[in-house]
C-alpha cells in the first residue's frame, strides 16, 4: 500500500490506478466501524484509496480539533491489512492553501439536526468531501450510516452538483452492547461508558415499537425520552425523526425516515440514528 502525502503524488498515483476506484474518506484513528467501511470498497471496486485528514474547518470553536487523536502508523497498517491500495494522508497545508476562500454548504439541511449546535460543521464537511472528490474522482465512495446526516447530505450534494459518483452507505458497527462505534469512544471514561448506552437505548425501544406497529412520531419520542431518563449521566441533545430527504420533522414513520438522536456524556458528543425501509410492503428498521 502506498502513503502519499501531497496532491502532486496522488495525481500521478490515480493516473496508474486500475479499474474502478473507491474512495473511503476518514480522519483516522481506526476503529472496526472505519476497517468495515474499507472491507466494503474492497468489495465493490478493483483499486480502494483511504484518505485520512482531520478536516478542521468542520470543527467549531472549542470543539476537540487539537485533541481530536491521531496515529498515522496504526491507521496504515490496519488500512493495509484491509486491503487498501493508499492511504492519502496530506498536511493542513497542502488541503487548504493560505488563500483558500471557497466553501460549499447547504442552507437549509445544513442547520438542521446537529446542524443547529454546529453551525459550521457540514460546510466543512461539504467542502472537504467535494476536494476529495475532486483530486481523488473515484467511481464511488464509502460512507457510514452513523453520521447519518452527513451521508444524506452527501447524497444531496452528490444529486445537486451532478457529480458522476455512486454513494455507498455502509451499515453501523456496533460494540457487543450495542454502543455504535466512535474515534470519540476512547474518551468516554468506565462511568461515561455506561451512560453513553442511552443513545441506543432509547433508539431501540423506538425500534422495537415501530415493528409493534406505532407510527406516531410524538408517541415515539416520548418512548425515547423515557428510555433516555434510565440514563442520568447523558444530557440529551435532541431526539428527532424526519424525512431523509427533507430532514424535516415528520408526524409518523414512513418507509423515508431517519430517527436521530444525539447527546453528551462527560465532554463526548454522540450520535446514533436508525433508518427505516420498505419490507414487503411493510416498515423495515435497520439500527
Ligand atoms: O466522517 C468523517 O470522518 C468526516 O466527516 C469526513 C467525511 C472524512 C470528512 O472530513
Redesign the pocket.
Known amino acids: 500500500m502506498e502513503v502519499i502525502k501531497s496532491n502532486s503524488e496522488l495525481k500521478v498515483w490515480r493516473a496508474s490506478a486500475r479499474g474502478d476506484t473507491a474512495l473511503v474518506?476518514?480522519?483516522g484513528s481506526f476503529h472496526n466501524g472505519h476497517l468495515s467501511l474499507i472491507q466494503r470498497a474492497r468489495q465493490r471496486a478493483d483499486t480502494v484509496i483511504v484518505?485520512l485528514?482531520?478536516?478542521p474547518t468542520?470543527f467549531g470553536h472549542g470543539e476537540d480539533l487539537e485533541t481530536y487523536p491521531r496515529d498515522l502508523e496504526r491507521d496504515a497498517a490496519l488500512a493495509e491489512e484491509r486491503g487498501a491500495n493508499c492511504l492519502f494522508a496530506p498536511p493542513v497545508h497542502e488541503m487548504y492553501g493560505r488563500l483558500h476562500a471557497t466553501y460549499v454548504y447547504w442552507p437549509e439541511l445544513g442547520s438542521r439536526l446537529c446542524g443547529e449546535t454546529r453551525p459550521n460543521h457540514f460546510q466543512?464537511?461539504a467542502t472537504?468531501?467535494l476536494k476529495?472528490f475532486n483530486l481523488v474522482r473515484p467511481d464511488l465512495a464509502v460512507?457510514?450510516r452513523k453520521?447519518g446526516q452527513?451521508v444524506l447530505l452527501?447524497q444531496r450534494l452528490v444529486a445537486d452538483l451532478n457529480l458522476d459518483i455512486r454513494i455507498v452507505v455502509s451499515p453501523t458497527v456496533r460494540e457487543p452492547d450495542g454502543l455504535a462505534m466512535s474515534?470519540r469512544n476512547i474518551n468516554l471514561t468506565k462511568s461515561e461508558r455506561s451512560q453513553a448506552l442511552g443513545l441506543y437505548a432509547a433508539l431501540r425501544a423506538c425500534k422495537e415499537r415501530i415493528l409493534r406497529g406505532e407510527w406516531a412520531s410524538e408517541s415515539l419520542v416520548g418512548t425515547m425520552h423515557e428510555a433516555l431518563g434510565q440514563f442520568p449521566g447523558l444530557r440529551p441533545e435532541y431526539v428527532e425523526i424526519v424525512d431523509r430527504d427533507s430532514l424535516c420533522s415528520v408526524e409518523s414513520v414512513d418507509t423515508n425516515v431517519m430517527v436521530a438522536a444525539a447527546g453528551g456524556v462527560g465532554s463526548t458528543r454522540l450520535i446514533d440514528n436508525l433508518w427505516t425501509y420498505e419490507m414487503e410492503g411493510a416498515i423495515g428498521v435497520e439500527l
Request: aromatic share 10%; net charge negative; glycine share 10%.
Open positions: 474518506p476518514t480522519m484518505s485528514f482531520v478536516n468542520q466543512g464537511v472537504i468531501v476529495l460512507f457510514g453520521d452527513q452527501i474515534s
